[in-house]
């Protein structure tokens, strides 16, 4: 069966992606993730400036699923510009996004701009929610949703995909103004605000207190996310949340996804995740009559 | 995080302390801990006592704030733990050197344990720059190791480094394995020297560590990620790396020269 999808103009040779903040740092990791089976990587995000991130504890594995603020750490985008050049001639048929976090449309274009010529598209991170400034802080006011994105889209040749936060009021109205700035494709969803207590400790257990919660919980709030993006808007969108089986994925294709991100599950299932994502996929297809990924797309939107 | 109460500490040199509680993980010599301590941070420390009954122990010497707070521990205080991460030594030796440089020696001190546990005598180097750096010298002679102290001015044991000593102890065949943590420039000097000898290497190297479960790349060495597929590495991932003994990632995943 052929598994390739399009998002957008992107071609991909499978429907799985490496999320954002996953051994998105150095080239070898990025290359062993394209040559374990993912179709794309998305790079850890990329500032201006160097971070060092937030002090530990910054990730807790939870009854279900895993609570992370690691304060987006990141070499800076000069640093990483020849990381990503470095990488052009190793990653094959696979496709790296980078994915850059900035507190306005001047810096994100300025970030983009840099960084794009190295990758085969751009992700907006409008979704962090654990750093002051950036992100979901940007990401949650729509006038600026639109106006960073339509700033990139002047930047940058290649795809821009806007990767949303489910802790906004109405993620619709946000997807729409990513559409409206021009946005390629919309990502949804990033993790969403949650806390851990320790009773010992009498304290959140992550130092930065809240952190974005991953994984399995975080699966049917996504889903709501791209069932209703699919329904309202004609811009293709990535599924991210509790992706760890071709059931999960197949699932958002069918609320009208075109791929999906995953994260958590490479902790849960290994490096082996992506061939073992698309092995199901295929097989669960197959079994349900369907000819390949896009014939399957948005399947549950009509009912 | 899982929570575990100090039942013990002990001063093990004047800038060491091992700090003993229970956990119930199973945990093999050469994995590590993510040690929290309230108000403070989280630090990758391996376990320096594997006992019976769930009795685990780390070994600290002060390099930041966390770790002068662990040293502070008390009986009866609390801690968070998460772990055992990583794949240990595999204990799958003939005949086994094992070589331990400043606190280092707290890495390897369980395999020691393990080894003598199999009814074998475990032979030991341990190397400090003086006798104030040099770890378990009692317990190991009372587990019936064949100890050999080194210190770099001479004031205890062997004038010279571990490496030194090691290398001398290699020589003539007798060893089919060194096992060793230390600083990564002794590690480096002893992969040269063991391979000289056709002796194997199964070092536990150090890198950052965040997430400790492979997710964050912090300690990514040649694409490998240090959390899961380390902490410890043999004679040939070390020999083709082209960042061990000479680059790290910073807490920004900016790679720098060791």
Redesign the interface.
């Known amino acids: 069966m052929r598994l390739g999808v399009e998002v957008g103009t992107l071609a991909l040779d499978n429907p799985t992606i490496l999320a954002s903040?996953?051994?998105?740092?150095?080239?070898?990791?990025m290359?062993?993730v394209l040559r374990s089976g993912a179709a794309a990587v998305v790079t850890?995000s990329i500032g201006s400036e160097?971070?060092?991130?937030h002090?530990?504890?910054?990730?807790?594995?939870l009854e279900a699923g895993?609570l992370?603020a690691?304060g987006i750490?990141?070499?800076?985008a000069q640093?990483f510009a020849p990381v990503l050049k470095g990488l052009k001639a190793r990653k094959g048929d696979g496709k790296v996004i980078v994915s850059v976090f900035g507190g306005g449309a001047e810096e994100f274009g300025k970030l983009a701009k840099r960084l794009a010529p190295h990758a085969d598209g751009v992700e907006l991170n409008l979704s962090c929610p654990h750093l002051k400034g950036y992100g979901v802080e940007i990401g949650r006011v729509p006038s600026l949703v639109r106006e960073v994105v339509a700033e990139v889209k002047r930047s940058v040749r290649c795809p821009v995909w806007a990767k949303l936060s489910p802790n906004v009021s109405d993620m619709v109205e946000v997807g729409r103004a990513a559409a409206e700035g021009g946005a390629d494709a919309l990502v949804a969803t990033n993790t969403i605000g949650a806390i851990?207590i320790?009773v010992?400790?009498?304290?959140p257990?992550l130092?930065h207190g809240a952190g974005g919660l991953s994984g399995a919980p975080l699966k049917p709030i996504a889903m709501k996310a791209v069932f209703d993006l699919a329904a309202e808007l004609e811009t293709p969108i990535v599924a991210s949340g509790g992706i760890a089986t071709g059931r999960d994925l197949l699932e958002y294709v069918m609320a009208g996804a075109s791929a999906g991100e995953i994260?958590s599950a490479?902790?849960t299932r290994g490096e082996g995740v992506f061939k073992l994502i698309t092995a199901e996929l295929a097989a669960l297809l197959e079994a349900e009559g369907f000819e390949n990924v896009e014939a399957a797309r948005g399947a549950a939107q009509r009912r | 995080m899982r929570i575990a109460t100090v039942t013990r500490t002990l001063l093990e040199t004047p800038a060491d302390a091992t700090v003993e509680f229970r956990d119930e993980a199973p945990m093999a010599p050469g994995q590590f801990y993510m040690v929290w301590v309230f108000g403070a941070e989280e630090v990758p420390m391996s376990s320096s006592r594997i006992g019976t009954g769930g009795l685990r122990g780390v070994t600290a010497r002060k390099f930041g704030d966390t770790t002068a707070r662990i040293r502070e521990l008390k009986p009866g205080d609390r801690i968070g733990v998460r772990g055992p991460f990583g794949r240990g030594f595999s204990m799958a030796w003939k005949k086994p050197l094992f070589v331990g440089g400043g606190v280092g020696m707290s890495s390897i001190i369980t395999a020691v344990d393990a080894w003598a546990a199999k009814g074998r005598k475990p032979v030991v180097v341990v190397g400090g720059r003086t006798k104030d750096d040099l770890l378990y010298e009692k317990r190991l002679k009372r587990g019936g190791a064949q100890v050999h102290l080194t210190t770099d001015d001479g004031s205890r044991g062997f004038k010279g480094t571990a490496v030194a000593r090691a290398a001398e102890l290699m020589d003539g065949g007798r060893f089919s394995h060194v096992v060793a943590c230390g600083p990564e420039r002794m590690l480096v000097a002893l992969l040269e020297a063991a391979s000289r000898r056709k002796v194997k290497a199964e070092f536990a190297v150090e890198r950052l560590m965040k997430c400790a479960m492979g997710v964050c790349d912090i300690c990514a060495l040649d694409g490998v990620r240090v959390c899961r597929e380390g902490p410890v590495f043999g004679t040939a991932f070390l020999e083709g790396s082209r960042e061990f003994g000479r680059f790290e990632l910073n807490t920004c995943g900016h790679l720098e020269p060791i």
């Open positions: 903040g996953i051994l998105g740092v150095t080239p070898d990791t290359v062993r850890k160097p971070r060092h991130g002090a530990t504890p910054t990730f807790v594995s895993f992370n690691m750490p990141n070499p800076g640093d851990a320790s010992e400790a009498r304290r257990v130092s994260g490479v902790v």
